[in-house]
């Protein structure tokens, strides 16, 4: 596999690609009123989330393979390894999260883990030897200060919750390497392909630690039953596909300021569809992460 080229003056940026990210952005969205409707524990829900995806995933997959069987080379070792790999940062990313709500305020579980574009950023560069512009820093300081605002004025760093804290940094740093793998094998390997074979290798991870949390394992309900179907086939495999498929144009660092839109966008739906109101601090914020995107979309190279 070769080491992907990571450099895109932002004139050329495909605009349909950056549309495809926010739409899947905006998707995943929804994740966070899913959880709160499934009866079945965090963890558990997250491997349903992956497991009941598979399915339509792996279908995809061999739907693509008959209409073009020859487009795409075999995957080497390599490319099996590196598609582990993503599946282990996505599992670690999931279960730190749903650890950290328990541990720390829903505010710290919520901002800390958007501190992910910092660690897309230091990777890129570190492993990749993408450069950063200064206009590009500050459309990324824009972003997170504008989901700062977003989260609200609950969020505050005590030593009584350091543990939680520490796990919904690590959550960032789990899904920042996510990121960073997801641009890597999209260099030569489909949207779909990636998903099914890294959703596999996440799933098998998170069933064991599901089983062994005691929390509710199976949905009870019939509405429990639907949120993990939405959280599945709407989150997962479109929201999170379709991220998949813009990050083959996209910088990842430009990706992953873009992706702090999904907060601002899970707001918009609790105030929409759960009576959360927003108050003007909240609505300010959703502004600024806005301009820090299109900031960041300018400074990126």
């Known amino acids: 596999m070769t080491t992907p ?19 899947g952005a905006s998707a ?28 339509l995933l792996w279908l995809g997959v061999l739907w693509a393979k008959q209409r073009a069987p ?20 996505f599992a670690g990313d999931l ?14 579980a919520t901002l800390l883990p958007n501190m992910a574009p910092v660690f897309v950023t230091v990777g890129a560069w570190f492993f990749f030897r993408q450069r950063v512009t200064g206009i590009f820093l500050l459309g990324l300081l824009l972003a997170i200060g504008g989901a700062a605002l977003l ?25 920042a390497s996510y990121l960073l793998a997801t641009k890597h094998l ?22 064991p630690v599901a089983l062994l949390s005691g929390e509710p394992f199976w949905p ?18 479109g929201g999170q596909g379709l991220i998949a498929q813009a990050m083959a144009a996209l910088p ?27 108050s003007p601090v909240q609505i300010l914020g959703g502004l600024v992460v806005l301009t820090g995107i299109l900031v960041a979309r300018r400074g990126s190279i």
């Open 5 to 23: 080229s990571l450099t895109y003056p932002a004139a050329t940026f495909p605009r349909m690609a950056l549309f495809t990210l926010l739409l």
């Open 28 to 55: 995943i969205g929804f994740a966070p009123i899913l959880v709160r409707l499934s009866d079945a524990g965090p963890i558990s829900t997250a491997f349903w989330r992956l497991a009941l995806a598979l399915p």
């Open 70 to 89: 020859v487009t795409t080379a075999p995957l080497t070792r390599r490319d099996v390894a590196f598609l582990a790999a993503a599946g282990f940062f």
């Open 95 to 108: 279960i730190l999260w749903h650890l950290a709500i328990d541990y720390t305020s829903v505010a710290n």
């Open 151 to 175: 989260i609200g004025e609950s969020f505050s760093l005590s030593g009584d919750h350091l543990l939680g804290d520490l796990l919904a940094l690590g959550t960032a740093v789990f899904y």
């Open 186 to 207: 999209r260099q030569n390997m489909t949207a779909l392909t990636f998903m099914a074979w890294s959703g596999t290798f996440c799933a098998v991870l998170l069933l």
């Open 220 to 237: 009870g309900t019939a509405v429990g039953l639907l949120a993990v179907l939405a959280m599945a086939w709407f989150a997962h495999a």
């Open 252 to 278: 990842a660092t430009f990706s992953s300021v873009s992706l702090l839109w999904q907060p601002v966008m899970a707001a918009l739906l609790a105030w929409l569809l759960l009576g959360e109101r927003l």
